[in-house]
Nanobody, 120 residues
Framework: QVQLVESGGGLVQPGGSLRLSCAASGNFRSINAMAWYRQFPGKQRELVAA???????NYADSVKGRFTISRDNAKNTWYLQMNGLKPEDTAVYYCNAEVLTTSYFAINFWGKGTLVTVSS
């Protein structure tokens, strides 16, 4: 069983910053790719940022230059630093991980989501 727990969401004014964290716990061999997605009301979940084990990063065009994804392998934790937040960034943010299980299966897991609201 693998659990992903997000933290760090909340209300912030336009132009402000927030840092999201996602911690993975449970019984697994390793975490391969780590990512953040977000979902707007009535829309499909979309990729915000992803990072591989080699720290190769990928960002949605809408957040390039404002958001930074990072990971701490020793803590099985990854982060999303969000700067220059805009009202259109308001969404529920989900962390995602491809986990290598003890049986050597690569399985995707999701956190429950954390709400980020950008408003004055």
């Amino acid at each position: 069983q693998v659990q992903l727990v997000e933290s760090g969401g909340g209300l912030v004014q336009p132009g402000g910053s927030l840092r999201l964290s996602c911690a993975a716990s449970g019984n697994f061999r390793s975490i391969n790719a780590m990512a953040w997605y977000r979902q707007f009301p009535g829309k499909q979940r979309e990729l915000v940022a992803a990072i591989t084990t080699d720290s190769d990063r990928n960002y949605a065009d809408s957040v390039k230059g404002r958001f930074t994804i990072s990971r701490d392998n020793a803590k099985n934790t990854w982060y999303l630093q969000m700067n220059g937040l805009k009202p259109e960034d308001t969404a529920v943010y989900y962390c995602n991980a491809e986990v290598l299980t003890t049986s050597y299966f690569a399985i995707n897991f999701w956190g429950k989501g954390t709400l980020v609201t950008v408003s004055s």
